[in-house]
């Protein structure tokens, strides 16, 4: 290789490093994203399981939505009772802001009625 042509690659490496650092940083971005929406997802499923306890002991609705509200904010609660079984359905945007705000996350969980 003579002289020429390595002075013909000078700044190679740099636009090459330029031209592929965005792409890595969308797909960093888009992993970090992907794990905070399955954070909120177990944080709906532990939530969604705390309001049916505390609605089956029969501490009421309002009780359970103050203490949803404290663990995820802007999650919608839904109860039902099917026989002796106390069902609660949550429902949350994926992400407080951001591109999976869209995504709509849902956590179902059942509790005895009644308590003991």
């Known amino acids: 290789m003579s002289l020429g042509a390595v002075r013909g690659e000078r700044g190679s490496v740099t636009t090459e490093f330029a031209v592929l650092m965005p792409a890595v940083l969308l797909l960093l ?3 970090l994203s992907a794990a905070q ?8 499923q532990d939530a969604a399981a705390d309001a049916a306890r505390v609605i089956a002991r029969g501490e009421g609705v309002p009780a359970a939505e103050r203490h949803l509200a404290t663990l995820v904010p ?3 609660l839904r109860g039902q009772t099917t026989g002796d079984m106390l069902c609660v ?11 999976f ?9 059942c ?3 009644g308590g003991f």
């Not at 929406?37 to 709906?44: D, E, F």
């Not at 359905?89 to 591109?99: D, E, Q, T, V, Y």
């Not at 705000?101 to 969980?109: D, I, K, M």
């Open 101 to 109: 705000a869209a995504v709509r996350l849902e956590a179902r969980s």
């Open 89 to 99: 359905l949550l429902s949350a945007p994926g992400a407080p802001r951001g591109l």
């Open 29 to 31: 971005g888009l992993g």
């Open 111 to 113: 509790a005895l009625d």
């Open 74 to 76: 802007g999650a919608v």
């Open 37 to 44: 929406v399955s954070s909120r997802q177990l944080q709906l």
